[in-house]
């Protein structure tokens, strides 16, 4: 089992940048598939990105192709979300998840609780 923990979320100006890390801890994140999701007020939650956890191959919803990236660091057990460009549309609570059971969007089995992301126009 592994516990999941989010950080770097905040507030930024549209245009500007964010990193979210997900730490793990219990299990390394190197043995599991891992992805990022989010959810706006009174929308469903939706899949943003998500990292191999052999190859590294990644995967990334087309709203947010091109301005974000996945990238992981087995060594700080850790995995990031880089958010270039942000758009208001882009406020949301963020969640790092891992071991989908159909890469990458469906049926992850470990979640984080969240940070928020603020991007004001």
């Known amino acids: 089992q592994v516990q999941l923990v989010e950080s770097g979320g905040g507030l930024v100006q549209a245009g500007g940048s964010l990193r979210l890390s997900c730490a793990a801890s219990g299990r390394t994140v190197s043995t599991y598939h891992m992805g990022w999701f989010r959810q706006a007020p009174g929308k469903e939650r939706e899949f943003v990105a998500a990292?191999?956890?052999?190859?590294?191959?990644?995967a990334v919803a087309a709203s947010v192709k091109g301005r974000f990236t996945v990238a992981r660091d087995n060594a700080k057990n850790t995995v990031y979300l880089q958010m270039n460009s942000l758009k208001s549309d882009d406020t949301a609570v963020y969640y790092c998840?891992?071991?989908?059971?159909?890469?990458?969007?469906?049926?992850?089995?470990?979640w984080g609780r969240g940070t928020q992301v603020t991007v004001s126009s």
């Open positions: 998840a891992a071991d989908p059971r159909d890469w990458p969007q469906s049926g992850y089995n470990y």
């Open positions: 990292i191999k956890r052999n190859s590294g191959s990644t």
